[in-house]
């Protein structure tokens, strides 16, 4: 019995060293940060408020079959991430509303902070953009649309309004404005000619959000958009 009792104190002895050992792993503490590029103006893509793309990600330092892992970003075409560990990665933005870019290899460093951009082609680009007060009551919206995908299927357009924030699209978390127009669907015929809207039922003494979307038929049912403008009647 006394011998059963001392292989027990061993055990639990050696169960609490074990537990004491040092992780010598380093956290995640690499930082990513970047910007999508739209290919037709040069600029960042303007993207919906919330989740308007992701950037997709796997690291490829320790296995060729690593999970995909996703980033959301950010309605002006940035996005960020604080808590990557240090290794080599593929990266690639997707489902948003353009073709998924090429997939770039990213070498990652401990508290490092690594930049990329992406360039991708937007399905639909707006030309002659402007939106203005008309009355006490009304605003004029003027745009042209350019399809720059050959074989996508041009969809609908739409204007978002509102007077709560500036953050707005389609998406759940972000404003459905308040007095927004619709979708009106397009076909090839309404490309590359002005659209002319005019909207009205604008609260005077209110600043209203107001950007225009267009879609063509994609995996993610994404809109292209123009930025915000900010319209004060």
Known sequence: MKKVFLSLIYLL???????????????????LTGSVIDAITGQPIQTEQPNGYRIKYKEISWSENAT??????????????TKL??????????????????????????????????????????????????????VMVRFTLSKNIAEATVQDYRIFASSKTQYIGINPGGSESDISQS???????DLDKPIEVKLGNYEAGK???????????????????????????
């Not at 002895?13 to 930082?31: I, Q, R």
């Not at 979708?183 to 015929?189: G, V």
Request: glycine fraction near 6%; hydrophobic fraction near 35%; include cysteine.
């Open 13 to 31: 002895a050696l169960g609490a060293m074990t537990s004491c050992d040092v992780d010598n792993y380093d956290g995640p503490d690499g930082t």
């Open 68 to 81: 995909d892992q996703f980033l959301w970003g950010k309605p002006d075409g940035s996005f960020n991430h």
């Open 85 to 138: 560990f240090a290794g080599t990665y593929e990266m690639t933005a997707v489902e948003g509303a353009f073709v998924d870019s090429e997939t770039e290899v990213v070498e990652i460093k401990s508290n490092k902070t690594t930049k990329l951009e992406f360039t991708v082609m937007p399905y639909i680009s707006f030309k002659n953009v402007s939106i203005e007060k008309v009355s006490a009551s009304e």
């Open 183 to 189: 979708e009106t669907a397009i076909t090839e015929d």
């Open 207 to 233: 600043t209203y959000y107001i950007r225009v979307g267009a879609r063509c038929r994609n995996s993610s049912n994404r809109y292209n958009m123009t930025e915000v403008f900010e319209i004060k009647m």
